[in-house]
């Protein structure tokens, strides 16, 4: 399962949604054939729920899941996450890629010092954050480096590596 976004809120008495996307096209997951919500991004029990409409709402969307019907049953959803099985996902042009295709890649600055790891993907609003982890099992160092392209040289997916123009001092 790609985890594409959060659900942060109920959204008004008819169980309707409040999503926090992580991505650039939310728009485009109207055409999944169904949306897997999850109490765990990393977890394994995914419950399936059909999509019954999605409107864009401010920086993210508002969604209304087929049974969720009624600001109780929207609570009781606060929180999950949103996923959908790769195979189901549009393809990513050339320099696109899903947040998961990032986690788990190695970060090498342009020196050839590596950073560390990326264990996560943040969105501040303005851009996507890189959370690169040390390798070093104590004290692990934490970086935040935004994900645009004066920073981020290049992605190799397959080859398991990110490289950056970032001191290895920051």
């Given at each position: 399962?790609?985890?594409?976004?959060?659900?942060?809120?109920?959204?008004?008495?008819?169980?309707?949604?409040?999503?926090?996307?992580?991505?650039?096209?939310?728009?485009?997951?109207?055409?999944?054939?169904?949306?897997?919500?999850?109490?765990?991004?990393?977890?394994?029990?995914?419950?399936?729920?059909?999509?019954?409409?999605?409107r864009l709402h401010g920086k993210g969307l508002v969604v209304k899941l087929q049974g969720v019907?009624?600001?109780?049953?929207?609570?009781?959803?606060?929180g999950r996450y949103i996923a959908a099985p790769r195979e189901t996902l549009p393809r990513t042009?050339?320099?696109?890629?899903?947040?998961?295709?990032?986690?788990?890649?190695?970060?090498?600055?342009?020196?050839?010092?590596?950073?560390?790891?990326?264990?996560?993907?943040?969105?501040?609003?303005?851009?996507?954050?890189?959370?690169?982890?040390?390798?070093?099992?104590?004290?692990?160092?934490?970086?935040?480096?935004?994900?645009?392209?004066?920073?981020?040289?290049?992605?190799?997916?397959?080859?398991?590596?990110?490289?950056?123009?970032?001191?290895?001092?920051?």
């Amino acid at each position: 399962m790609v985890v594409l976004g959060r659900i942060i809120a109920p959204y008004g008495v008819q169980g309707w949604l409040k999503v926090f996307p992580m991505g650039d096209d939310p728009e485009s997951w109207r055409d999944l054939p169904a949306w897997w919500l999850g109490s765990d991004a990393d977890g394994t029990e995914w419950q399936r729920f059909d999509l019954e409409d999605l409107r864009l709402h401010g920086k993210g969307l508002v969604v209304k899941l087929q049974g969720v019907d009624g600001r109780s049953a929207a609570e009781a959803l606060d929180g999950r996450y949103i996923a959908a099985p790769r195979e189901t996902l549009p393809r990513t042009d050339v320099g696109e890629y899903y947040w998961d295709d990032l986690i788990g890649l190695h970060v090498t600055n342009e020196q050839g010092v590596v950073l560390g790891t990326v264990s996560e993907m943040l969105e501040t609003g303005a851009n996507a954050v890189l959370v690169v982890r040390e390798v070093k099992a104590e004290d692990a160092k934490q970086r935040l480096l935004p994900f645009i392209a004066s920073v981020v040289k290049t992605v190799d997916v397959a080859d398991g590596a990110i490289r950056v123009d970032w001191p290895a001092d920051w």
